[in-house]
């Protein structure tokens, strides 16, 4: 059994990508959880009407992307470490997200593409190749 010593380009597209969105989901989790001490929640919509939402919906948006950031840079420890989890639970969170991404359209288009690239990456022989070997 020949072993990977170097790590494929593909893996490291797919942890690039999803260390990116972490850091994205922290940043984004962090300024809406602290939005309702602020003045300012008027919240705009791709219609142009604006809407003011609670405190607490911002509240709890804000708490669950905070833990999807952190999970997802999880995801990329689990990665980087070749664990065989890794490949199922990226494709999991992949079609999770494209389908709520083909629910907020227009804006859902960065969702979908960047999900499917995670897809083709990590579908790829020797992405499975590097998740499933040892050494």
Do not use: C, H
């Amino acid at each position: 059994m020949t072993t990977l010593t170097k790590r494929p380009v593909p893996i490291t597209g797919v942890a690039i990508i999803i260390a990116i969105s972490g850091i994205f989901d922290i940043v984004v989790g962090a300024r809406i959880a602290f939005s309702p001490a602020g003045t300012n929640r008027a919240f705009s919509r791709i219609i142009g009407e604006n809407t003011i939402l609670p405190d607490w919906y911002l509240l709890i948006n804000g708490a669950l992307a905070l833990l999807l950031g952190v999970m997802y840079l999880w995801l990329v420890r689990l990665i980087i470490n070749r664990a065989q989890i890794a490949q199922i639970l990226i494709q999991t969170l992949a079609i999770v997200n494209i389908v709520f991404g083909l629910t907020n359209l227009p804006l859902g288009w960065v969702a979908i593409g960047t999900n499917a690239a995670n897809l083709i990456l990590i579908s790829t022989a020797s992405a499975k190749k590097w998740l499933t070997s040892r050494s």
